[in-house]
């Protein structure tokens, strides 16, 4: 019932993750509402994040050239490297201001049950990287659920021979909450990771 | 932290219905993860859409040319128009197989709150029409919720001098429905609109 170009597009809307037939719809109708300049800017930045972005070459983070700004950054520690499973993960470590060291970019996390092992994420490349550089300690920053801490324990148990320490980010109550509403599982890790004051 | 194309990309997609700040995100790297051909696809179709699409100058549907596709047709039914809110409303209504007529799209409904006046809506065009076809029956068929209903009535009081009548769709429980389920409301207009069986 659409022209073909408006069913087209709501196809390939409807492909996007979390967006499903009813918001495709309302996307397409709203791209057609709009100026078109307005419309047209989101195709032009499609295809310009497209060809101007790659993986950088070192740590797979997102970047515009073959090393990321931070691989390039020689004020940056290079005795320390910061394993996490997206791009979007750097983004928020960088806001808390509190490190200063390399990163490694997995793209994913183990999980067995969508098919995804060692080989489908960057692990090999993290391997390679710690026998060149002179790297002293890994912090495995995959997220607290059950894949992230599966692939944190899957890289520590590789790192075991070779000498550089593994550390995994503390688990526990988020800054500002409130006992009464965390889980058990939460607040477990939490009393676990309890630290002299 | 992104890189300034991918940054661009995350704020455009952010803009659309619907789509927070971390949809937007999730979207971008969607996009920088898929092959490029798929990606780039994307792109295509909202140019594409969006060039090719205009509105018909009878009804205000989405038409690839200056009629659309309805509106060309000479099988339909020229002397009842179904006055609807948006175009999505006339796929919804021409999977019913019921209706065989011609379409209006308002393309919105009154909403003083949000300042959508008579002004800001196709109602001037719908009247033009009405002057100029030989329509017996217009249906009011907006969305059974405040604006729609408010659009509705305003209509229908602007047609009662014409002598074309104007109907409204039935409001009532769904097919299917469970009366115990249904609202207050709902079950009140099904009594109101109940008929001889």
């Given at each position: 019932?659409?022209?073909q170009s408006v069913q087209?597009?709501?196809?390939?809307?409807?492909?996007?993750?979390?967006?499903?037939?009813?918001?495709?719809?309302r996307v397409a109708f709203y791209l057609l509402k709009i100026d078109q300049t307005d419309a047209l800017r989101l195709a032009e930045s499609i295809t310009a994040a497209r060809l101007?972005?790659?993986?950088?070459?070192?740590?797979?983070?997102?970047?515009?050239?073959?090393?990321?700004?931070?691989?390039r950054d020689p004020k940056r520690d290079q005795s320390i490297?910061?394993?996490?499973?997206?791009?979007?993960d750097i983004v928020a470590i960088e806001k808390t201001r509190e490190y200063n060291g390399l990163y490694h970019v997995l793209q994913g996390?183990?999980?067995?049950m969508d098919g995804v092992g060692p080989d489908q994420i960057r692990v090999k490349e993290l391997l390679i990287r710690l026998?060149?550089?002179k790297v002293k300690e890994v912090i495995l920053c995959t997220n607290p659920n059950l894949e992230?801490?599966?692939?944190?324990?899957?890289?520590?148990?590789?790192?075991?021979?070779?000498?550089?320490?593994?550390t995994r980010i503390a688990s526990g109550l988020p800054v500002g909450g409130d006992l009464e509403y965390a889980d058990e599982l939460t607040l477990g890790r939490?009393?676990?990771?309890r630290r002299p004051i």
């Open positions: 019932m659409y022209t087209a597009l709501i196809d390939e809307l409807g492909r996007l993750p979390g967006i499903g037939p009813k918001s495709a719809q101007n972005s790659t993986w950088c070459r070192i740590c797979f983070n997102i970047s515009d050239s073959e090393k990321c700004e931070i691989c490297i910061c394993v996490v499973e997206e791009p979007k996390s183990l999980s067995p026998g060149n550089e992230g801490e599966a692939t944190a324990m899957y890289i520590s148990r590789l790192l075991a021979p070779t000498g550089i320490s593994a939490a009393l676990e990771g």
